[in-house]
């Protein structure tokens, strides 16, 4: 008996020290994750002057005058204008062409499936560097350089196989009966995958547009090289603020809060998903 | 699952096709057609085989950008892997606080990559950012700017700042799928934490660890915005990695001839690699299906 309870204990009391250096690496990385972004909001609620006057931990005068600035000034908010139109464009785009592909690749067996889908993921793999010469000379020839139509469309490189990766990985898991029945109750195809299939999917196509979204919103390379004024991204607009002289960090760290938001709005809906939407639908 | 064959499904990736073909082969062909030719401007060209090539496979320039990416890449590997591991085993298992975990570790992931480089280059600075202005009141003479190896520092913290997440949540994913009985098992065995660890759920985590490392390899690998906001590639060229290099040999000095010969062999490792991980991802695929 005695020996019994000396099992059961000597577990237990072996625990409760793991449980707390658990506890402790996990508040130490998450206090790594979030001081930086704290500092760029601290700074951002402080005036240029205070920033570099005195240096303090938090701010002392917190002001939105930074935020004001921004939203008042084209020059500025034009930039975030100009990102969220091609990033929806692109979005769109995307996930429109990769559904049905996605489908005949969860569905069908094809001459030369396999070899497609493996290129597909050769460009979602592709580094945007050895495009970027090659895509401002192309767009600049059909006369689409500076549009919000070529960034959207320099982005489906990546994109699209990320679509595609992903919807198919979550197509894979309905089973086939489901269209195998509509078909017998006499469901045409663009009835029964509108009707029925992207239904059933909804979350995945959720996912996929998320992953989409911020991968697109956060490429900064292409849409700078693509852009000159009209269809310029706010990320392009914050670098160049960068090389000029006397600069506002006050502004430009608010402008860098103001890109977060998007992200950390839905954050909390896909938060199961984010492992699965980088593995490209694979985990 | 059982596919059927059908050919009339290459109308479904018709679509595709035509837009990543528009968007990946049409640029690719102008590369090669820089690769193979020289020009003296008003668009004459002539042939010049692979003279580019061997221009770049002997250039010192494209040596040291190489050797700086693959020692970029090996450290971000070595940091990264095993620091998410352990952060993904030190996750709560469920519940509230797993849910608060997880939002906040993949905020770094949603940031933009030059807000990313925008944060450390102001962290760093002595006067403003909070790391440098500490690391300078502990007296050291910080300055990523002016010295190499703070630049380095710099440009890895920051990176293990950004993506570490990534390795965590995707090993994290592996983890959960792990049958509670398992751990009943090792618990009757009277196995230790490192053997729980080594037997149990390191060969469960294989899988999405292979697919993390090649995602973390070659996103590091053409990592350009960070270190571009943060150092420039500087001081001189030593934060210079291969995507730096070659924009600034592409779009800054218009050495067409070279920088297409570079692009070249840079997209071929690119493609040796993505065998590897759709090799891996197939496997994992089948073994699944199992």
Redesign the interface.
């Known amino acids: 008996m005695a020996s019994t309870t000396e099992t059961l204990a000597a577990p237990a009391a072996r625990t409760l020290p793991r449980i707390r250096t658990r506890h402790v690496v996990m508040v130490l990385y998450l206090a790594f994750m979030l001081i930086p972004i704290y500092w760029l909001i601290k700074m951002s609620l402080q005036t240029n002057r205070e920033i570099l006057g005195a240096f303090t931990l938090w701010p002392q005068n917190p002001t939105l005058d930074n935020y004001r600035v921004i939203l008042t000034d084209r020059s500025w908010y034009m930039g975030y204008v100009n990102s969220i139109t091609y990033v929806v464009m692109n979005t769109v785009l995307s996930l429109a062409v990769a559904l049905p592909a996605a489908y005949a690749f969860s569905r069908y067996r094809f001459l030369g499936d396999k070899h497609l889908f493996f290129w597909l993921l050769t460009n979602r793999m592709a580094p945007p560097a050895v495009f970027a010469l090659p895509f401002f000379q192309l767009y600049s020839s059909v006369g689409l350089f500076d549009t919000h139509i070529a960034v959207a469309l320099a982005h489906t490189l990546f994109n699209v196989p990320l679509a595609v990766w992903i919807l198919e990985g979550f197509m894979r898991g309905v089973p086939k009966e489901i269209d195998e029945t509509a078909y017998i109750d006499g469901y045409s195809f663009p009835r029964f995958f509108v009707k029925i299939f992207m239904p059933l999917i909804a979350s995945g196509i959720g996912v996929a547009a998320f992953f989409c979204f911020m991968f697109s919103w956060v490429e900064l390379l292409l849409s700078r090289t693509l852009t000159a004024v009209n269809a310029q991204p706010i990320a392009s607009i914050m670098t160049r603020t960068v090389s000029a002289s006397g600069l506002d960090w006050g502004v430009l760290c608010a402008a860098g809060v103001l890109t977060i938001i998007p992200g950390a709005l839905v954050i909390y809906f896909v938060r199961n998903y984010i492992a699965k939407g980088f593995a490209l639908g694979r985990v | 699952?059982?596919?059927?064959?059908?050919?009339?499904?290459?109308f479904?990736?018709l679509?595709?096709?035509i837009?990543?073909a528009?968007?990946?082969v049409?640029?690719?062909m102008?590369?090669v057609n820089y690769a193979v030719q020289d020009s003296f401007g008003n668009n004459v060209f002539f042939w010049e085989g692979l003279g580019w090539f061997e221009q770049v496979l002997t250039s010192d320039r494209v040596h040291a950008a190489l050797g700086r990416q693959l020692a970029f890449s090996a450290i971000i590997l070595a940091i990264q892997i095993p620091l998410g591991v352990?952060?993904a085993?030190?996750?709560?298992k469920r519940g509230v606080w797993a849910?608060v975990?997880?939002?906040?570790?993949?905020?770094?992931?949603?940031?933009?990559?030059?807000?990313v480089g925008?944060?450390?280059?102001?962290?760093g600075r002595t006067?403003?950012?909070?790391v440098g202005?500490t690391l300078a009141g502990l007296g050291i003479d910080w300055n990523y700017a002016r010295n190499p190896v703070h630049a380095w520092i710099t440009v890895v913290v920051m990176d293990v700042?950004h993506w570490t997440?990534?390795v965590a949540?995707?090993a994290?994913?592996?983890l959960q799928s792990i049958p509670q009985a398992y751990y009943q098992a090792a618990?009757i065995d009277q196995a230790s934490?490192w053997k729980v660890f080594r037997y149990i759920e390191l060969p469960k985590m294989q899988g999405?660890l292979l697919?993390?490392i090649l995602?973390r390899f070659?996103d590091s690998?053409?990592i350009?915005?960070e270190p571009f906001?943060v150092t420039g590639g500087g001081p001189g060229s030593a934060t210079s990695f291969?995507?730096?290099d070659?924009?600034r040999m592409?779009?800054g000095q218009f050495d067409?001839g070279p920088?297409a010969a570079f692009?070249i062999m840079?997209?071929l490792v690119?493609?040796l690699?993505?065998?590897v991980?759709?090799t891996v991802?197939t496997n994992?695929?089948r073994a699944e299906g199992k």
């Open positions: 699952m059982e596919k059927t064959p059908n050919q009339k499904a290459w479904l990736v679509p595709v096709l837009l990543v528009f968007s990946a049409v640029p690719l102008t590369v352990a952060i085993l030190c996750m709560p849910s975990c997880l939002v906040l570790m993949a905020l770094p992931l949603l940031i933009p990559w030059n807000v925008t944060i450390w280059q102001i962290l006067d403003i950012g909070l202005h700042w997440s990534l949540l995707l994290y994913a592996g618990r934490r999405v697919i993390a995602l070659m690998f053409m350009y915005t906001v291969l995507s730096i070659l924009v592409a779009l067409l920088a692009s840079y997209f690119i493609l690699v993505s065998w991980f759709y991802m994992l695929d």
